[in-house]
C-alpha cells in the first residue's frame, strides 16, 4: 500500500521462488539442528544468527553487482541469491531467467547434500560417543 508495490506482477513464477527459498530453509535448518545436536544451547542463538549471517551477500534488498567481487562468488553460492536476482529481473519486466532458476536449483541440491550429510555426521557421532541424551517426562 505505502510502496505501490503489486506482488501479483509475479504471476505463477512466484511459485517455484517460493519453493526455491523454502527448500534453502530446509538446508539451513538441517544445519542449525545438528548445530544445536552437537553443542546443545550455546548454538541456538547462532542457529537464530545463520540468516542474518548470509544476507549481506544473499543480495536481498540489492543488487549482487554492488557488492565487492569476492562477495559476489559467495553470494552465487547460496541458493537463495539466483531467487532475488530473478524476482529483480521480474520487477524490471524482463521476464524469468530460467538459467537463474537452474542455477538457484543446483545449488539448492548441493546444500541439501551438504545439510543432510552434515546432521547424519553429527547424529551419528554424538551416538558414537554418548552426546545424545534422552529426555523423557513422566
Same mark, same amino acid.
Given at each position: 500500500v505505502f510502496y505501490h508495490f503489486n506482488v501479483f506482477q509475479f504471476h505463477w513464477h512466484l511459485v517455484p521462488f517460493f519453493g526455491l527459498l523454502m527448500v534453502f530453509g530446509w538446508s539451513l535448518g538441517l544445519i542449525s539442528c545438528a548445530l544445536i545436536m552437537r553443542w546443545g544451547q550455546a548454538a541456538e542463538s547462532l542457529a537464530w544468527a545463520v540468516p542474518f549471517l548470509i544476507q549481506p551477500v544473499a543480495a536481498v534488498y540489492y543488487d549482487l553487482s554492488v557488492l565487492p567481487v569476492w562477495a559476489q562468488h559467495i553470494g552465487w553460492c547460496?541458493?537463495? %541469491?539466483? *531467487?532475488f536476482e530473478g524476482m529483480r529481473a521480474?520487477?524490471? &519486466?524482463? &521476464?524469468?531467467? @530460467? /538459467?537463474? =532458476?537452474?542455477? !538457484? #536449483?543446483? %545449488? /539448492?541440491?548441493?546444500? =541439501?547434500? +551438504? #545439510? +543432510? +550429510?552434515?546432521?547424519? @555426521? *553429527?547424529?551419528? !557421532?554424538?551416538?558414537r560417543r554418548g552426546m545424545l541424551t534422552r529426555v523423557t517426562t513422566h
Amino acid at each position: 500500500v505505502f510502496y505501490h508495490f503489486n506482488v501479483f506482477q509475479f504471476h505463477w513464477h512466484l511459485v517455484p521462488f517460493f519453493g526455491l527459498l523454502m527448500v534453502f530453509g530446509w538446508s539451513l535448518g538441517l544445519i542449525s539442528c545438528a548445530l544445536i545436536m552437537r553443542w546443545g544451547q550455546a548454538a541456538e542463538s547462532l542457529a537464530w544468527a545463520v540468516p542474518f549471517l548470509i544476507q549481506p551477500v544473499a543480495a536481498v534488498y540489492y543488487d549482487l553487482s554492488v557488492l565487492p567481487v569476492w562477495a559476489q562468488h559467495i553470494g552465487w553460492c547460496l541458493p537463495c %541469491t539466483p *531467487v532475488f536476482e530473478g524476482m529483480r529481473a521480474i520487477i524490471r &519486466g524482463h &521476464g524469468i531467467d @530460467w /538459467n537463474l =532458476m537452474g542455477l !538457484s #536449483a543446483l %545449488t /539448492n541440491i548441493l546444500w =541439501m547434500l +551438504a #545439510a +543432510a +550429510a552434515t546432521f547424519l @555426521w *553429527v547424529l551419528h !557421532s554424538g551416538r558414537r560417543r554418548g552426546m545424545l541424551t534422552r529426555v523423557t517426562t513422566h
